[in-house]
């Protein structure tokens, strides 16, 4: 069961390039996503509505796609446009397809109603637009439900236990930082935490010149529907402390992951994380994204092998403690919002029903 009616991250705009028509599974949909010659993008259902070859084995041609089983060729709105060797085109033979928008590296779809796609719903994240944040976008494949990689970001405190090495630094810090804040949204929840005079953790270590200086760091994270995970880090030198900010001179850094189900299974995982102070040198954001990955993994790891053991036994029933809040939080608005499309749905559909013709 998943919201229908958001936008999705389904691809980065590296991924679509020298034409190449990306099959993509969201939300258990299968997708072709790619670049029209125009620069225009297309989403479409991944099925020739002939005798359902894929379309993302087809061939580009100019804004649309030829399906290479018998050579129909659709536009990029799903229209049918030729049949060799046959003039007349039935209007029923036409490919759906979905509302999509680029924004920064990320393309977003929405595979819910499609008369509700606003665009100005899209999470505005606005370092992804600011070219002073310098960052590398990403993408991982998880087999795990997407919902196990919201909790696993709601708990700052296994950045101690997974990442000790590389995000975290130690495990001190999920024993002496607790979050400050814990908001909770009508979408989400924003989660705040302060780690005082503590050492840089070694993702942070090594692109600073001052390896052994004490610093003060400060975790703001924000959590959204449908899983869009936005955290604000900073590090001062210890003793700034909550003036940090203000007073200028703390290193930053802007983390923005995107979780979207492929099946209830799988995720597609993407992510950009950005820092303030680079200037012109990228080897910062290549080192970070090394770091990223590194730490990533490590999640992964343990998050995969937690979804195994969740499918072995479905009666097994998790225990929650205090720093569940913002996860329990989450998954209640969540439930909440399916619940609600679910009952619009059912309410709507009579009505729909009366308006469609006939066939
Ligand atoms: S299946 Fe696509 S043209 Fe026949
Ligand atoms: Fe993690």
């Known amino acids: 069961m998943f919201l229908k009616n958001c936008w999705y991250v389904a691809a980065l705009d590296q991924e679509l390039a020298h034409g190449r028509l990306l099959g993509r599974t969201v939300l258990g949909e299968h997708l072709l996503i790619y670049r029209g010659e125009s620069g225009s993008v297309s989403a479409l259902n991944d099925r020739c509505p002939h005798r359902g070859a894929l379309l993302s084995k087809g061939r580009l041609e100019g804004d649309g796609v030829r399906c290479m089983y018998h050579g129909i060729k659709y536009d990029g709105s799903g229209k049918c446009v030729q049949i060799p060797g046959q003039d007349m085109i039935p209007p029923k033979l036409r490919v759906r397809s979905y509302p999509i928008v680029e924004r920064g590296h990320f393309l977003w779809v929405w595979l819910g109603d499609a008369a509700k796609a606003d665009p100005a719903l899209i999470l505005d994240l606005?370092?992804?637009?600011?070219?002073s944040w310098k960052g590398i976008p990403a993408y991982l494949h998880y087999k795990a439900n997407y919902l196990l990689i919201v909790d696993n970001l709601s708990d700052f405190s296994h950045l101690a236990f997974v990442h000790t090495q590389t995000l975290g630094g130690s495990e001190e810090y999920a024993y002496v930082s607790?979050?400050?804040?814990i908001e909770r949204l009508e979408r989400g929840f924003r989660v705040e935490r302060w780690h005082l005079n503590s050492d840089p953790p070694p993702f942070h270590r090594k692109?600073?010149?001052?390896?052994?200086?004490?610093?003060?760091r400060r975790n703001i994270a924000t959590m959204t529907v449908p899983g869009i995970f936005n955290m604000e880090t900073?590090?001062?030198a210890a003793g700034q402390g909550k003036e940090a900010a203000s007073r200028g001179g703390a290193k930053e850094y802007r983390n923005c992951q995107f979780m979207t189900p492929e099946t209830e299974r799988t995720t597609h995982f993407f992510w950009s994380y950005l820092n303030n102070f680079e200037g012109e040198d990228s080897t910062v954001s290549r080192t970070l994204l090394e770091s990223l990955i590194e730490g990533f993994m490590e999640d992964?790891?343990?998050?995969?092998r937690q979804q195994?053991?969740?499918d072995e036994d479905p009666s097994f029933q998790m225990l929650g403690i205090l720093a569940d809040a913002p996860l329990a939080h989450f998954r209640r608005v969540l439930a909440r919002l399916i619940d609600l499309e679910h009952s619009d749905g059912a309410t709507q559909r009579p009505e729909a029903r009366s308006?469609?013709?006939?066939g």
């Open 178 to 181: 607790k979050p400050t804040v």
């Open 234 to 236: 900073l590090f001062a």
């Open 355 to 358: 308006t469609t013709p006939a």
């Open 300 to 304: 992964k790891e343990i998050i995969e």
């Open 126 to 131: 606005p370092y992804l637009r600011d070219p």
């Open 207 to 216: 692109v600073i010149p001052d390896k052994a200086a004490k610093l003060d």
């Open 308 to 310: 195994q053991t969740l």
